[in-house]
C-alpha cells in the first residue's frame, strides 16, 4: 500500500493515454548506447506500463524521457536523463522516478521524508572563512509555482503567467532586498552589457540536455532577471526552473550570504501566498523542480576557494567525498579549474535540509583551507583527515 | 485506494492550453521575419489553437521552429512546419496564404501537375564539363500513413526505416545497393560515406531541431547508396526520404533519367505494402517543410562562372532564368573559387521536367554567357526575357 503525499491533488490526477502509436516494443527506445539514470532504470515492461497514461496537462513519458533519449552520456559527470513536465509527473511516473531518485540521492526511499529548514540562525558559524583563499561565496536555489506546468512542458501563457506574478512578487521587497526586473526580450544595450559584467545575465541554453527537453521554446519571451540594488540577491525567471533564487558577495561570509538568502526566499514565498499562489512543495520530495537532481532543497551552497596545493593532493578526490562536497570548475558544472581555484559545494540535495547542507559546506571548506595551509607549508595533513559524514 | 485513471481526450494537453486566452498564449511576432510571422494574425492563431489533426499536431507546433528562430541572415524562412499529412488542411488558414507568398502567388485553388517522364526533358546532356563540374536532382517523399519528421514516434521512424529496406533492397541492376544504418556502421563505413560526401549528421540548425526533427537520433535513420555511387536516398532525415541521383560533368538528362526510373521503382514497391507516397492534385507531393511542396525537387549543378558572377546583371539573370544561387556546400554557404551551385528556385505549381528543363536551358546559357565574358565580349544581347 503506497503512502499518497499528493494530498492536495485531486484523484483524477492521471489520464489514460489513448493516443498511442505502435506497440511498446516498437516504441522503446534504444538504450544501449546509453549511461543516465533514467537509462539505468527504464526497462521495455516498465515503458509499456507507463507509455498508458499521461499527467492531466498531457505530460508522457515520452516527454519526461526525451532528453536522456537524446543525451546517451555526459563525460564529466552522470546525468539524470529525465525531467518533470510538471509536479504531477512525479507521481503519475513514479515507477520510473523513484528508483532515479533513489539512485541519484544515496538512497533516499519513497517512504523517506524530507525536511526543510531554511532558519539561518540554525547555522553554526560560517562568518570567518578566511577570504586569502575563499573568494566568494554563494547560495542558489529553485523554486517552482503549484498550478502551471514546468519549462520543458509549459505554454507561453503559463510562462507569462509565472513571470507576471514574480514581478509582482519582486516588486515589493524592501530594505536591502529593494530591486528591479530586467525582461530578456528589452533589455537596453546598456543594461545587458552591465548584466554581463556583473556575471548576472543568464542566456539561451546550449547544452543539448536542456534543449532536447523543450526549456529553450519560445526564447526570450517571459524570460528575465531580477537583482536587488546592492547586486547581492538574484532571481531568475523563467530558465530552467519557474525561479531561481541567488544570494553570493565576495569574500567567506557564508553565514551572511545564507541569511540573506533564507530571508529572501521566505519573504518572496510570503508574497506569492498573498497572492494565493504557493511552491510546489511535499513532505517526501521538499521542493519540486524540473530536474530530479535538484529535488529537496535545490540547494547548491559553494566558495571559490584558492586550493593549489591540496588539489593537486592524491587524498583530495577521498577528502571531497568524506565531506560530502562536490568541485566543479569557476566556469560552473562543465568546467574545469583555472589557477588552482575550485567551485566547492555540497554534493546532496534531498534528505537533507538547507541548513544541514551549508553547515557541511563551512565545516568542510574551513577544514580544506587548513589543509591547503599546512600543505604550504609543507605539513602532512594525514592528521586532519576527516571521516565520513 | 488506488487513482482514477480517466480517457484522455484528443489532445489533453492542448485541451489544457486552452484555459489561457488568445492574448496569453499568441506568440510575439515583433522581431521576426519570416512567412510564418508575416502570416499569423492573432485572429488566426485564435481559430486554430483549439484544433489538432488526428495524431495530435497542433499550431503551436508547427509554428514552433518559426517563434524560436526570427530570422536568418540569408534567405526568408518558412518559420512552420508540417507534423502530418492532415496539418495542410486542418491549418490551411495558416498554411495556404503561407504557401502564396512562398510560392510565387500559388492559389488555394490551383493544381499542381507531376512529370516523371525523363523522355520529356529536351537536351540537357551536352553541358560543358569543362564548366559543369557535376550535376544533381534531389526530392523527398513521405511514406503515407505515418507522420512527418516532427512529430513522428520511434515506432513510427522505425516502421518507415524497415519499408525503406525492404523497398531498396530490392532494386537491381544500375541501382543495386546497400543500406547503412547511422547507429550501426563500421568506422570504416563512415569513413568511405563521409569521402563521398554521402554522410548526413544531426542536424544542427536551430531550424530543423527546434521542429524536433533531431529526437531520438540516430535511431532508425540511413543512408543507402547504390554500387556505382550514383543513386542514394537518405532515409528519415528532414523527410521520410530524400532522393539523390547525381554525377560528376554535365550530363543532366542522364541524372535525371536515373532519378525518374529509381523514383518510379521505389513507389511501386511501397504502393504494394498499401503505403504509397503522400501526394495530392492540389499540393503534390507532400514534404514536411512547405517550401519542399510540388515537386520537392532541386536539380542543379556545380559550375565555373567567375566572371559571370562578378558581372552586374547577375543576380537579374538568374531571377528571368527562375534560377538561385548558393555556395558549394549548400544552402547556407557562400560560393568559393567562382564555383557556384545554380539550381531551379520554382518548386510548386510546375512539373519536374519543367524544372529540370529550366535548370539545363539556363546553365547552357549562362556558360555562354561565361565563354563571352572570357574573350571580353559583351552579353547585352543575350540577357533572356523573364520565363
Same mark, same amino acid.
Given at each position: 500500500?503506497?503512502?499518497?503525499?499528493?494530498?492536495?491533488?485531486?484523484?483524477?490526477?492521471?489520464?489514460?493515454?489513448? !493516443?498511442?502509436?505502435?506497440?511498446? +516494443?516498437?516504441?522503446?527506445?534504444?538504450?544501449?548506447?546509453?549511461?543516465?539514470?533514467?537509462?539505468?532504470?527504464?526497462?521495455?515492461?516498465?515503458?509499456?506500463?507507463?507509455?498508458?497514461?499521461?499527467?492531466?496537462?498531457?505530460?508522457?513519458?515520452?516527454?519526461?524521457?526525451?532528453?536522456?533519449?537524446?543525451?546517451?552520456?555526459?563525460? *564529466?559527470?552522470?546525468?539524470?536523463?529525465?525531467?518533470?513536465?510538471?509536479?504531477?509527473?512525479?507521481?503519475?511516473?513514479?515507477?520510473?522516478?523513484?528508483?532515479?531518485?533513489?539512485?541519484?540521492?544515496?538512497?533516499?526511499?519513497?517512504?523517506?521524508?524530507?525536511?526543510?529548514?531554511?532558519?539561518?540562525?540554525?547555522?553554526?558559524?560560517?562568518?570567518?572563512?578566511?577570504?586569502?583563499?575563499?573568494?566568494?561565496?554563494?547560495?542558489?536555489?529553485?523554486?517552482?509555482?503549484?498550478?502551471?506546468?514546468?519549462?520543458?512542458?509549459?505554454?507561453?501563457?503559463?510562462?507569462?503567467?509565472?513571470?507576471?506574478?514574480?514581478?509582482?512578487?519582486?516588486?515589493?521587497?524592501?530594505?536591502?532586498?529593494?530591486?528591479?526586473?530586467?525582461?530578456?526580450?528589452?533589455?537596453?544595450?546598456? +543594461?545587458?552589457?552591465?548584466?554581463?559584467?556583473?556575471?548576472? !545575465?543568464?542566456?539561451?541554453?546550449?547544452?543539448?540536455?536542456?534543449?532536447?527537453?523543450?526549456?529553450?521554446?519560445?526564447?526570450?519571451?517571459?524570460?528575465?532577471?531580477?537583482?536587488?540594488?546592492?547586486?547581492? /540577491?538574484?532571481?531568475?525567471?523563467?530558465?530552467?526552473?519557474?525561479?531561481?533564487?541567488?544570494?553570493?558577495?565576495?569574500?567567506?561570509?557564508?553565514?551572511?550570504?545564507?541569511?540573506?538568502?533564507?530571508?529572501?526566499?521566505?519573504?518572496?514565498?510570503?508574497?506569492?501566498?498573498?497572492?494565493?499562489?504557493? *511552491?510546489?512543495?511535499?513532505?517526501?520530495?521538499?521542493?519540486?523542480?524540473?530536474?530530479?537532481?535538484?529535488?529537496?532543497?535545490?540547494?547548491?551552497?559553494?566558495?571559490?576557494?584558492?586550493?593549489?596545493?591540496?588539489?593537486?593532493?592524491?587524498?583530495?578526490?577521498?577528502?571531497?567525498?568524506?565531506?560530502?562536497?562536490?568541485?566543479?570548475?569557476?566556469?560552473?558544472?562543465?568546467?574545469?579549474?583555472?589557477?588552482?581555484? /575550485?567551485?566547492?559545494?555540497?554534493?546532496?540535495?534531498?534528505?537533507?535540509?538547507?541548513?544541514?547542507?551549508?553547515?557541511?559546506?563551512?565545516?568542510?571548506?574551513?577544514?580544506?583551507?587548513?589543509?591547503?595551509?599546512? !600543505?604550504?607549508?609543507?605539513?602532512?595533513?594525514?592528521?586532519?583527515?576527516?571521516?565520513?559524514? | 485506494?488506488?487513482?482514477?485513471?480517466?480517457?484522455?481526450?484528443?489532445?489533453?494537453?492542448?485541451? &489544457?492550453?486552452?484555459?489561457?486566452?488568445?492574448?496569453?498564449?499568441?506568440?510575439?511576432?515583433?522581431?521576426?521575419?519570416?512567412?510564418?510571422?508575416?502570416?499569423?494574425?492573432?485572429?488566426?492563431?485564435?481559430?486554430?489553437?483549439?484544433?489538432?489533426?488526428?495524431?495530435?499536431?497542433?499550431?503551436?507546433?508547427?509554428?514552433?521552429?518559426?517563434?524560436?528562430?526570427?530570422?536568418?541572415?540569408?534567405?526568408?524562412?518558412? @518559420?512552420?512546419?508540417?507534423?502530418?499529412?492532415?496539418?495542410?488542411?486542418?491549418?490551411?488558414?495558416?498554411?495556404?496564404?503561407?504557401?502564396?507568398?512562398?510560392?510565387?502567388?500559388?492559389?488555394?485553388?490551383?493544381?499542381?501537375?507531376?512529370?516523371?517522364?525523363?523522355?520529356?526533358?529536351?537536351?540537357?546532356?551536352?553541358?560543358?564539363?569543362? &564548366?559543369?563540374?557535376?550535376?544533381?536532382?534531389?526530392?523527398?517523399?513521405?511514406?503515407?500513413?505515418?507522420?512527418?519528421?516532427?512529430?513522428?514516434?520511434?515506432?513510427?521512424?522505425? %516502421?518507415?526505416?524497415?519499408?525503406?529496406?525492404?523497398?531498396?533492397?530490392?532494386?537491381?541492376?544500375?541501382?543495386?545497393?546497400? &543500406? &547503412?544504418?547511422?547507429?550501426?556502421?563500421?568506422? =570504416?563505413?563512415?569513413?568511405?560515406?563521409? $569521402?563521398?560526401?554521402?554522410?548526413?549528421?544531426?542536424?544542427?540548425?536551430?531550424?530543423?531541431?527546434?521542429?524536433?526533427? $533531431?529526437?531520438?537520433?540516430?535511431? =532508425?535513420?540511413?543512408?543507402?547508396?547504390?554500387?556505382?555511387?550514383?543513386?542514394?536516398?537518405?532515409?528519415?532525415?528532414?523527410?521520410?526520404?530524400?532522393?539523390?541521383?547525381?554525377?560528376?560533368?554535365?550530363?543532366?538528362?542522364?541524372?535525371?533519367?536515373?532519378?525518374?526510373?529509381?523514383?518510379?521503382?521505389?513507389?511501386?514497391?511501397?504502393?504494394?505494402?498499401?503505403?504509397?507516397?503522400?501526394?495530392?492534385?492540389?499540393?503534390?507531393?507532400?514534404?514536411?517543410?512547405?517550401?519542399?511542396?510540388?515537386?520537392?525537387?532541386? @536539380?542543379?549543378?556545380?559550375?565555373?562562372?567567375?566572371?559571370?558572377?562578378?558581372? %552586374?546583371?547577375?543576380?537579374?539573370?538568374?531571377? #528571368?532564368? #527562375?534560377?538561385?544561387?548558393?555556395?558549394?556546400? @549548400?544552402?547556407?554557404?557562400?560560393?568559393?573559387?567562382?564555383?557556384?551551385?545554380?539550381?531551379?528556385?520554382?518548386?510548386?505549381?510546375?512539373?519536374?521536367?519543367?524544372?529540370?528543363?529550366?535548370?539545363?536551358?539556363?546553365?547552357?546559357?549562362?556558360?555562354?554567357?561565361?565563354?563571352?565574358?572570357?574573350? @571580353?565580349?559583351?552579353?547585352?544581347?543575350?540577357?533572356? %526575357?523573364?520565363?
Amino acid at each position: 500500500k503506497s503512502t499518497n503525499f499528493y494530498k492536495h491533488m485531486d484523484s483524477d490526477k492521471m489520464v489514460k493515454l489513448t !493516443l498511442k502509436r505502435l506497440s511498446a +516494443e516498437d516504441e522503446y527506445p534504444d538504450l544501449s548506447q546509453h549511461n543516465n539514470y533514467m537509462a539505468k532504470v527504464l526497462t521495455q515492461d516498465m515503458y509499456k506500463k507507463l507509455r498508458e497514461r499521461a499527467t492531466p496537462s498531457g505530460f508522457t513519458i515520452d516527454g519526461v524521457i526525451q532528453t536522456g533519449v537524446d543525451n546517451p552520456g555526459h563525460p *564529466f559527470i552522470m546525468t539524470v536523463g529525465c525531467v518533470a513536465g510538471d509536479e504531477e509527473t512525479y507521481e503519475v511516473f513514479k515507477d520510473l522516478l523513484d528508483p532515479v531518485i533513489e539512485d541519484r540521492h544515496g538512497g533516499y526511499k519513497p517512504t523517506d521524508k524530507h525536511k526543510t529548514d531554511l532558519n539561518s540562525g540554525n547555522l553554526k558559524g560560517g562568518d570567518d572563512l578566511d577570504p586569502n583563499y575563499v573568494l566568494s561565496s554563494r547560495v542558489r536555489t529553485g523554486r517552482s509555482i503549484r498550478g502551471f506546468s514546468l519549462p520543458p512542458h509549459c505554454s507561453r501563457g503559463e510562462r507569462r503567467a509565472v513571470e507576471k506574478l514574480s514581478i509582482e512578487a519582486l516588486a515589493s521587497l524592501s530594505g536591502d532586498l529593494k530591486g528591479k526586473y530586467y525582461a530578456l526580450k528589452n533589455m537596453t544595450d546598456a +543594461e545587458q552589457q552591465q548584466l554581463i559584467d556583473d556575471h548576472f !545575465l543568464f542566456d539561451k541554453p546550449v547544452s543539448p540536455l536542456l534543449l532536447a527537453s523543450g526549456m529553450a521554446r519560445d526564447w526570450p519571451d517571459a524570460r528575465g532577471i531580477w537583482h536587488n540594488d546592492n547586486k547581492t /540577491f538574484l532571481v531568475w525567471v523563467n530558465e530552467e526552473d519557474h525561479l531561481r533564487v541567488i544570494s553570493m558577495q565576495k569574500g567567506g561570509n557564508m553565514k551572511e550570504v545564507f541569511t540573506r538568502f533564507c530571508t529572501g526566499l521566505t519573504k518572496i514565498e510570503s508574497l506569492f501566498k498573498e497572492r494565493s499562489h504557493e *511552491f510546489m512543495w511535499n513532505e517526501h520530495l521538499g521542493y519540486v523542480l524540473t530536474c530530479p537532481s535538484n529535488l529537496g532543497t535545490g540547494l547548491r551552497a559553494g566558495v571559490h576557494v584558492k586550493l593549489p596545493n591540496l588539489s593537486k593532493n592524491t587524498k583530495f578526490e577521498e577528502v571531497l567525498k568524506k565531506l560530502r562536497l562536490q568541485k566543479r570548475g569557476t566556469g560552473g558544472v562543465d568546467t574545469a579549474a583555472v589557477g588552482g581555484v /575550485f567551485d566547492i559545494s555540497n554534493a546532496d540535495r534531498l534528505g537533507f535540509s538547507e541548513v544541514e547542507l551549508v553547515q557541511m559546506v563551512v565545516d568542510g571548506v574551513k577544514l580544506l583551507v587548513d589543509m591547503e595551509k599546512r !600543505l604550504e607549508k609543507g605539513q602532512s595533513i594525514d592528521d586532519l583527515m576527516p571521516a565520513q559524514k | 485506494g488506488g487513482v482514477r485513471i480517466t480517457a484522455m481526450t484528443k489532445n489533453c494537453h492542448n485541451d &489544457y492550453k486552452m484555459k489561457f486566452s488568445v492574448d496569453d498564449e499568441y506568440p510575439d511576432l515583433t522581431k521576426h521575419n519570416n512567412h510564418m510571422a508575416k502570416v499569423l494574425s492573432k485572429e488566426i492563431y485564435g481559430k486554430l489553437r483549439s484544433k489538432s489533426t488526428p495524431s495530435g499536431f497542433t499550431v503551436d507546433d508547427v509554428i514552433q521552429t518559426g517563434v524560436d528562430n526570427p530570422g536568418h541572415p540569408f534567405i526568408m524562412t518558412v @518559420g512552420c512546419v508540417a507534423g502530418d499529412e492532415e496539418s495542410y488542411e486542418v491549418f490551411k488558414d495558416l498554411l495556404d496564404p503561407i504557401i502564396s507568398d512562398r510560392h510565387g502567388g500559388y492559389k488555394p485553388t490551383d493544381k499542381h501537375k507531376t512529370d516523371l517522364n525523363f523522355e520529356n526533358l529536351k537536351g540537357g546532356d551536352d553541358l560543358d564539363p569543362n &564548366y559543369v563540374l557535376s550535376s544533381r536532382v534531389r526530392t523527398g517523399r513521405s511514406i503515407k500513413g505515418f507522420t512527418l519528421p516532427p512529430h513522428n514516434s520511434r515506432g513510427e521512424r522505425r %516502421a518507415i526505416q524497415n519499408l525503406s529496406i525492404e523497398a531498396l533492397s530490392s532494386l537491381e541492376g544500375e541501382f543495386k545497393g546497400k &543500406y &547503412y544504418p547511422l547507429d550501426g556502421m563500421t568506422d =570504416a563505413e563512415q569513413e568511405q560515406l563521409i $569521402a563521398d560526401h554521402f554522410l548526413f549528421d544531426k542536424p544542427v540548425s536551430p531550424l530543423l531541431t527546434c521542429a524536433g526533427m $533531431a529526437r531520438d537520433w540516430p535511431d =532508425a535513420r540511413g543512408i543507402w547508396h547504390n554500387d556505382n555511387k550514383t543513386f542514394l536516398v537518405w532515409v528519415n532525415e528532414e523527410d521520410h526520404l530524400r532522393v539523390i541521383s547525381m554525377q560528376k560533368g554535365g550530363n543532366m538528362k542522364e541524372v535525371f533519367k536515373r532519378f525518374c526510373v529509381g523514383l518510379q521503382k521505389i513507389e511501386e514497391i511501397f504502393k504494394k505494402h498499401n503505403h504509397g507516397f503522400m501526394w495530392n492534385e492540389h499540393l503534390g507531393y507532400i514534404l514536411t517543410c512547405p517550401s519542399n511542396l510540388g515537386t520537392g525537387l532541386r @536539380g542543379g549543378v556545380h559550375v565555373k562562372l567567375p566572371k559571370l558572377s562578378t558581372h %552586374a546583371k547577375f543576380e537579374e539573370i538568374l531571377t #528571368r532564368l #527562375r534560377l538561385q544561387k548558393r555556395g558549394t556546400g @549548400g544552402v547556407d554557404t557562400a560560393s568559393v573559387g567562382g564555383v557556384f551551385d545554380i539550381s531551379n528556385a520554382d518548386r510548386l505549381g510546375s512539373s519536374e521536367v519543367d524544372q529540370v528543363q529550366l535548370v539545363v536551358d539556363g546553365v547552357k546559357l549562362m556558360v555562354e554567357m561565361e565563354k563571352k565574358l572570357e574573350k @571580353g565580349e559583351s552579353i547585352d544581347g543575350m540577357i533572356p %526575357a523573364q520565363k
